[in-house]
């Protein structure tokens, strides 16, 4: 398996309710981001959680890290159509400059 | 518009063909990516420059090769290719590349090899 691995692949919910989607990964990491993707466009970076922090907030991101574990969970709170896409976590390691490891992403369904 | 802005949005090339990619960015930034995202697989990581200077190549076919003339354009020649090389080809740019930070990307160029 690779270093990013998000879970759930695909995920369906009704507008107004929470998403939460968990990223794991396999070495020391400097910091991880998550990004969202829009069918087919490029991808948009939401939010960047250092190594030495273990909760950040966005609006309505809410993103953890547990570096004892080795995993991220992206919460998105109030969820929208709009919110629709692919989510992917990337990892940036440690001593490995500002390369990008990007996982399968989850798919999410925001319906009406 | 993100500040990357990828030309063209969609390519279509035979296999004999010989074409090229184009990546711009006006933020300032020192660091460009090249990244390949296929179908049902993770972003793969081809190219990275920093500040005009090839500081990675991912093991990645000469039939792609890429050139930064500046540090506001990244190009990606592509030749010869096969139809396994279909994709959706990303630009990237961050401000520094020893630092960890975020990406901007651009909105990618479809490519598909007939």
């Known amino acids: 398996s690779q270093q990013g691995e998000e879970d759930p692949q695909a995920l369906s919910i009704q507008e107004g309710e929470n998403a939460t989607m968990n990223c794991s990964y396999k070495t020391s990491i400097n910091n991880l981001q998550w990004y969202r993707q829009n069918s087919g466009r490029g991808l948009v970076h939401l939010i960047l959680i250092r190594s030495n922090e273990r909760e950040k907030h966005s609006g309505r991101l809410r993103v953890t890290l547990d570096t004892s574990k080795k995993s991220s969970s992206l919460l998105i709170t109030a969820s929208r159509a709009a919110d629709t896409a692919s989510y992917f976590c990337a990892t940036a390691l440690t001593g490995g400059g500002n390369k990008l490891t990007f996982g399968t992403g989850t798919q999410l369904k925001v319906e009406l | 518009e993100t500040g990357v802005t990828q030309t063209p949005r969609h390519l279509v090339m035979g296999m004999t063909n010989k074409k090229s990619l184009k990546c711009e960015q006006h933020?300032?930034?020192?660091?460009m990516y090249w990244y390949k995202q296929s179908a049902k697989k993770p972003l793969e990581l081809m190219f990275v420059y920093s500040l005009e200077e090839r500081v990675e190549n991912n093991s990645v076919p000469s039939r792609f090769s890429p050139e930064c003339p500046n540090s506001s354009h990244l190009f990606l020649h592509l030749h010869t290719l096969q139809p396994e090389d279909s994709a959706l080809y990303l630009c990237a740019s961050s401000q520094d590349w020893g630092q960890g930070e975020g990406y901007t990307f651009g909105s990618g160029t479809r490519l598909t090899v007939v």
């Open positions: 933020l300032g930034h020192n660091a």
